[in-house]
């Protein structure tokens, strides 16, 4: 894929729709230049942080005791009926 874009005075450059749209990018998104292998990739700044996010969190499922999504959802129900009891609790 090869697109092509002119700087404005003011140094912006539109980003063409098909690379907006490969990088899922809509109105007020932030994107992050970076420099890789001595070229500048433009990138999905949500995109980034949630790689980064779920690299960090490798392996924690485990260490939780979270094997299938059946614990998950036990986990989450549980979590729920918790905060509902410190709620109600704060009521009384």
């Known amino acids: 894929m090869l697109d092509l874009a002119r700087i404005s ?4 450059v539109t980003i ?3 690379i907006r749209r490969r990088l899922g990018l809509k ?6 230049f970076m420099e890789k292998s001595g070229d500048i990739v433009l990138l999905n700044s949500n995109r980034l942080a949630f790689e980064d996010f779920q690299r960090d969190m ?5 260490r939780a005791g979270l ?3 059946k614990d998950v959802v ?3 129900k ?3 009926s918790d905060m ?3 709620r109600c609790a704060g009521d009384a």
Not at 9 to 12: A, F, L, T, Y
Not at 27 to 32: A, F, M, Q
Not at 58 to 62: D, R, Y
């Open 9 to 12: 005075v003011k140094g912006q």
């Open 16 to 18: 063409p729709i098909e």
């Open 27 to 32: 109105d007020g998104d932030k994107v992050v």
């Open 58 to 62: 490798v392996g924690e499922a485990e």
């Open 67 to 69: 094997n299938s999504e």
């Open 74 to 76: 036990e986990l989450v």
């Open 78 to 80: 549980q979590v729920r």
């Open 84 to 86: 509902w009891e410190a």
